[in-house]
Nanobody, 125 residues
Framework: QVQLVESGGGLVQAGGSLRLSCAASGRTFSRYAMGWFRQAPGKEREFVASITWSGGGTAYADSVQGRFTISRDNNKNTVYLQMNSLKPEDTAVYYC??????????????????WGQGTQVTVSS
């Protein structure tokens, strides 16, 4: 059974930083791309960042490019999202997802099969 457990969310002032973590179990982590998505109240879930199974490739939404960094440690079965220069519009529940198929890479949430429970990020102005 695949489980994804996020941590690291919280309340931060604009301009501050947070680091999210997502620990995975139940699957061979190093075979699957991972992604971070977010959902603000009243809005659809949107792509934030994704990383290939090896960590050799990444993709970012335009809105976070240059401020957020996704990384992974395959020895710890964990993916991270370092968020710097946070803005109030970054406020959302952040979810990590694991790709449906091994050795594929996508920014489309429909290509991700497993999801964590979400962690709240709130950025005050």
């Amino acid at each position: 059974q695949v489980q994804l457990v996020e941590s690291g969310g919280g309340l931060v002032q604009a301009g501050g930083s947070l680091r999210l973590s997502c620990a995975a179990s139940g699957r061979t982590f190093s075979r699957y791309a991972m992604g971070w998505f977010r959902q603000a109240p009243g809005k659809e879930r949107e792509f934030v960042a994704s990383i290939t199974w090896s960590g050799g490739g990444t993709a970012y939404a335009d809105s976070v490019q240059g401020r957020f960094t996704i990384s992974r440690d395959n020895n710890k079965n964990t993916v991270y999202l370092q968020m710097n220069s946070l803005k109030p519009e970054d406020t959302a529940v952040y979810y990590c997802g694991m790709a449906s198929r091994a050795f594929t890479f996508s920014t489309d949430s429909s290509e991700y099969e497993y999801w964590g429970q979400g962690t709240q990020v709130t950025v005050s102005s």
